[in-house]
């Protein structure tokens, strides 16, 4: 069965402090990673997809990175608007379904 | 280009009622899905509709089913409601033909009482 675990649960930052969450998956048959940023009450907001091993992509602040075992996605010189839980999810296949599995998250909060 | 829109926002139900949630899927986007997120959990895969038709079930008892309309938008319909049910429902529409498609609503904070 796929399972995706996050670390950290939670992670508190000061403004302009770098760090790194991590997304560790078991999936027989990667086919995408997707990234998504998830505001208190609100519904999930895509961030990124990645494919396959040794690809990153980049957005502002956020960089995802992907191995055949794991995800990162980066976080340089955080801002407070970047406080959210980040998620990230592989997708599963069946004929015409398809459904996400999902991490627990990671809560960021960045302070000044 | 319009997003997912889900309605109510929030509603509190008492034990053993029935619900009915609302979901209308981005243009162009075919399929319809519905989570369910506990507090301080990821999205939970209820079931998803393509077509019409119920073509995915995550592990939820039957009391939890849906419909999905010819213009795409969907319902989720939980009966006898429980305790556990309170839970933050999520709905995502995609297309077949995108691995981009996963586009999700803001959802619907069901508190049962």
């Known amino acids: 069965e796929d399972q995706v675990t996050q670390s950290p649960e939670a992670l508190r930052l000061q403004e302009g402090e770098s760090s790194s969450l991590n997304c560790s998956y078991t999936?027989?048959?990667?086919?995408?990673l997707f990234w998504y940023r998830q505001d208190p009450g609100k519904g999930p907001e895509f961030l990124f997809t990645l494919y396959s091993a040794g690809e990153e992509k980049e957005k502002e602040r956020l960089k995802a990175t992907l191995t055949k075992k794991e995800s990162f996605l980066h976080i340089t010189a955080p801002k407070p608007e970047d406080s959210a839980t980040y998620l990230c999810?592989?997708?599963?296949?069946?004929?015409?379904?398809?459904?996400?599995?999902f991490g627990t998250g990671t809560r960021l909060q960045v302070t000044l | 280009e319009t997003g997912v829109t889900q309605s109510p926002t929030h509603l509190i139900k008492t034990r053993g009622q029935q619900v009915t949630l609302r979901c209308s899927s981005q243009?162009?986007?075919?399929?319809v899905s519905w989570y369910q997120q506990a507090l301080g959990q990821g999205p939970q895969f209820i079931f998803q509709y393509y077509r019409e038709e119920e073509n995915g079930r995550g592990n939820f008892p039957p009391r939890f089913s849906g419909l999905q309309f010819p213009n795409y938008s969907s319902e989720l319909n939980v009966n006898a409601l429980e305790l556990d049910d309170s839970a933050l429902y999520l709905c995502a529409s995609s297309s077949m033909t995108s691995l981009y498609g996963y586009t999700f609503g803001s959802g619907t904070r069901l508190t049962v009482v």
């Open positions: 999936v027989s048959g990667l086919r995408g």
């Open positions: 999810a592989v997708p599963l296949y069946t004929g015409t379904a398809s459904k996400l599995t």
């Open positions: 243009s162009g986007h075919n399929t």
